[in-house]
């Protein structure tokens, strides 16, 4: 079983930053793959960024590209998403995810935190 805590979200200004932290524990392999996904009222669960456990590997939607930044500390059990330039299109619940297979662009995850909001005004 893994267990996922996010923290970090909250509310600011268009073209501001935050940064999420996921706290990561129970039993992980190396084979894992963690991601953030983020959830908007109305619409459907969007992938945002996902990097391989061990290896670091990382992808990005094309919607956060060049302003989002995944990172992880494996000593610290802790996953990272560096937002910068927030948009007001990027308000939504963050979630962070585990999965034990690998696989980059799924929405389909195997471990959940409970969810972060953040809000971005214009």
């Known amino acids: 079983q893994v267990q996922l805590v996010e923290s970090g979200g909250g509310l600011v200004q268009a073209g501001g930053s935050l940064r999420l932290s996921c706290a990561v524990s129970?039993?992980?392999?190396?084979?894992?793959?963690t991601g953030w996904l983020r959830q908007a009222p109305g619409k459907e669960r969007e992938l945002v960024a996902t990097?391989?456990?061990?290896?670091?590997?990382?992808y990005y939607a094309d919607s956060v590209k060049g302003r989002f930044t995944i990172s992880r500390d494996n000593v610290k059990n802790t996953m990272y998403l560096q937002m910068n330039s927030l948009k007001p299109e990027d308000t939504a619940v963050y979630y962070c995810?585990?999965?034990?297979?690998?696989?980059?662009?799924?929405?389909?995850?195997?471990?959940w935190g409970q969810g972060t909001q953040v809000t971005v005004s214009s």
């Open positions: 129970g039993r992980t392999f190396s084979s894992y793959v």
């Open positions: 990097i391989t456990w061990s290896g670091g590997r990382t």
């Open positions: 995810a585990a999965r034990r297979t690998l696989n980059m662009q799924t929405t389909l995850y195997d471990y």
